[in-house]
């Protein structure tokens, strides 16, 4: 039974008024998600009985707080059902993660002509590393296109997907569209032609099983805000055998093996990727956030998303002027729309003063918003908290916006 009242009252946030008294209608779970007790608890008990530096001290405290960190690590693991812990690094987040591994590739990898492959779609977080890179190494961009429904262009693929192309990077749900990719085909299709993979994991890991083992991808990151654990704090993860080639790109304490004062070893993986003190309250924290989340279900919380996008969907279609972008076959977590004749700032700043959250914007896709030829979207994203009874209240909200704006 998937207990929606019970999991609302374990969000305190969501049960504030906003402005006059009006309920708040959290709908910007795509930018970040709320925090559940269970984790806020876990912050304030690890600043109250356990905080002491990780992997430096002899003392009791430290060893405590390594313990606990080194347990997080194996949460991760788990949760991804990847092959070791040393295959988890935790960074700051997903546009982190990502810097990691478009900066970190070894050079030796390329050679003049060589490729790399993103998508349409992505997040500005996963296109403008890998601009940066190909202008650094004088590689090849290629683009592999999405239609007007949302879904990526797949036919495209045979053209793309040559011997050239050494790295593929895409996003597994789109924070725009929603739309699902369908990656397991994409990252055979990659490993076919010896190209590596990474799969920014972002918007799909808070909504969706995911093993990286059968997925089969080299690379999968995510942030911990977007999957009800605290800012700061991320995941990479990456196959043993491909992250032990990446090269640091911070350096500092923690991440070394022998000093002198001419040159340095590097030490083990993770560490040798985590330089400095790593935020191992933030992975704690996080680790209680993705505990709740198993204990939840995440099968049943996918179930209860995909029956609200259905919802969702069908209700906001039947308001006048209303422009739904993409019709993906299977749309998870956000949905971006516009209605005719109102900015949608205009749009997301009136539904604010109805207590209804929604964001308003490029969301940082300009190149999805070019798709579209359109400067920016609303978008309204869901998280196992929201119900039907909220995207009524912002169906209604959008209808009175909408009638006032046509007395004009
Ligand atoms: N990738 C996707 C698909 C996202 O939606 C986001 C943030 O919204 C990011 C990457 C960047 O995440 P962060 O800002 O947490 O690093």
Same mark, same amino acid.
């Given at each position: ?174 924070? &725009? !569209?929603?739309?699902? *990719? =369908? @990656? ?8 076919? +032609? ?47 055998? &491909? !992250?032990?080639?990446? *090269? =640091? @790109? ?8 022998? +000093? ?149």
């Amino acid at each position: 039974m998937y207990d929606l009242n019970q999991i609302q009252k374990d969000f305190p946030i969501l049960a504030q008024t906003m402005y006059d008294g009006q309920k708040l209608v959290y709908l910007d779970n795509a930018a970040t998600t709320q925090k559940p007790y269970e984790v806020l608890k876990a912050i304030q008990e690890h600043y109250a009985y356990d905080n002491a530096n990780v992997h430096r001290g002899a003392h009791y405290l430290s060893n405590r707080s390594t313990q606990r960190f080194e347990w997080a690590r194996e949460v991760v693991r788990d949760f991804l059902n990847a092959g070791c812990t040393e295959e988890i690094v935790f960074t700051h987040g997903t546009t982190e993660s990502i810097n990691m591994v478009a900066s970190g590739l070894p050079e030796t990898w390329f050679r003049a002509g060589d490729a790399i492959v993103v998508t349409e779609m992505e997040h500005h977080s996963n296109l403008v590393p890998w601009q940066m890179l190909c202008k650094r190494l004088g590689l090849e961009l290629r683009i592999l296109h999405f239609c007007d429904d949302g879904m990526l262009h797949l036919d495209e693929l045979d053209s793309l997907m040559d011997e050239h192309v050494r790295f593929v990077s895409f996003c597994h749900v789109s924070n &725009v !569209l929603g739309t699902v *990719n =369908p @990656i397991e085909k994409i990252i055979k299709r990659a490993h076919d +032609v010896g190209a590596y993979v990474l799969v920014d994991g972002t918007q799909a890991i808070q909504h969706i099983p995911i093993d990286v083992r059968t997925l089969d991808c080299d690379f999968y990151c995510f942030s911990g805000h977007k999957v009800y654990g605290p800012n700061g704090i991320g995941v990479l993860y990456g196959r043993k055998e &491909v !992250l032990s080639q990446l *090269n =640091p @790109i911070y350096f500092g304490g923690e991440m070394v093996d022998e +000093v002198s004062l001419q040159d340095t070893t590097f030490g083990k993986l993770p560490y040798r990727l985590e330089a400095g003190t790593p935020n191992y309250p933030g992975a704690i924290a996080m680790a209680i956030a993705l505990q709740y989340i198993t204990k939840i279900g995440i099968c049943e919380i996918g179930h209860h998303e995909a029956a609200l996008m259905d919802y969702a969907q069908d209700q906001l279609s039947q308001i006048c002027g209303i422009q739904i972008y993409g019709s993906p076959e299977k749309r998870i977590g956000s949905v971006s729309f516009n209605l005719k004749g109102i900015d949608c700032y205009d749009l997301a700043c009136m539904l604010d003063k109805m207590g209804i959250a929604v964001r308003a914007g490029s969301h940082c896709a300009q190149p999805v918003m070019a798709h579209y030829g359109v400067s920016g979207m609303a978008r309204a994203s869901f998280a196992m908290y929201s119900s039907e009874a909220e995207i009524d209240t912002l169906c209604c909200g959008i209808q009175r916006i909408s009638k006032i704006f046509s007395r004009r």
